[in-house]
């Protein structure tokens, strides 16, 4: 079975800095989705960015990006010019790709962004 | 694009009373549905997924169910809540279109069984 792991159950940042949240993910199939989701306050749950395993290119969007390492099954996510906007919960997800696979986006403990002005 | 409407925001229930959530989404057909709890301060638990009409599938053991009687409503159910029921719900979909593997969420039910 799939399983997600972030190990930083609270990160602090500075307005302005970088911070990177860790992500790991154990499978044992090629193929497959991985996701950062954001959960501020108001507890509604935002896509910010999304990851196809085939592809090698890191996924960016806007002050968001992450770094994919396949073979080390890592899937950190950079956040730039922190604001205090950023403040939240941030979930790392995975969802299998394969014909068959399953339908189920497992998600990781989450972490806790703050961020300090 | 894809709604989700979910409801009740906030519920209290007694220990050993019946439960029913109700999940209606619009602006896709054919999604796959899914139902999370949230314990407080704590990650997603999926609980149920359905891929269609009547198909459940069940990822915890627990006294809850599910069902799906139309395609663009998925139930959580229980017939006697438990202390250990109470959390954050959440439904969720997975637009029925082809390559599009975005889970777009509901704003939730905060459930307190007391």
């Known amino acids: 079975a799939q399983t997600v792991t972030q190990s930083q159950p609270e990160m602090s940042v500075q307005e302005a800095e970088t911070v990177t949240l860790s992500c790991t993910y154990d499978?044992?199939?090629?193929?497959?989705?991985l996701f950062w989701y954001k959960q501020p306050p108001s507890r509604q749950m935002i896509l910010v960015i999304r990851?196809?395993?085939?592809?090698?290119q890191n996924a960016t969007e806007n002050r968001f990006s992450v770094n994919f390492q396949k073979a080390a099954k890592s899937f950190s996510l950079k956040i730039s010019d922190s604001q205090l906007g950023d403040a939240a919960m941030y979930f790392c997800?995975?969802?299998?790709?394969?014909?068959?696979?399953?339908?189920?986006?497992?998600f990781g403990t989450g972490t806790r962004l703050k961020v300090l002005a | 694009s894809q709604t989700i409407h979910q409801w009740p925001a906030t519920l209290v229930q007694p220990v050993g009373s019946p439960l029913s959530l109700e999940c209606t989404v619009e602006?896709?057909?054919?999604?796959?549905l899914y139902w999370y709890r949230q314990a407080a301060g704590r990650g997603l638990q999926l609980l149920f997924y359905?891929?269609?009409?009547?198909?459940i599938s069940s990822e915890v053991p627990q006294n809850l169910s599910a069902s799906r009687p139309q395609d663009r409503q998925f139930i959580l159910s229980s017939k006697k809540l438990l202390l250990s029921d109470s959390g954050f719900y959440l439904c969720?979909?997975?637009?029925?279109?082809?390559?599009?593997?975005?889970?777009?969420f509901g704003s939730g039910t905060q459930l307190s069984v007391l």
């Open positions: 997800a995975y969802r299998s790709a394969q014909a068959s696979g399953t339908y189920k986006y497992i």
């Open positions: 499978t044992s199939e090629s193929d497959y989705y």
């Open positions: 990851q196809e395993a085939y592809k090698q």
């Open positions: 602006g896709t057909s054919n999604p796959n």
């Open positions: 359905s891929v269609g009409i009547g198909q």
């Open positions: 969720a979909l997975r637009p029925g279109s082809l390559y599009n593997e975005k889970l777009f």
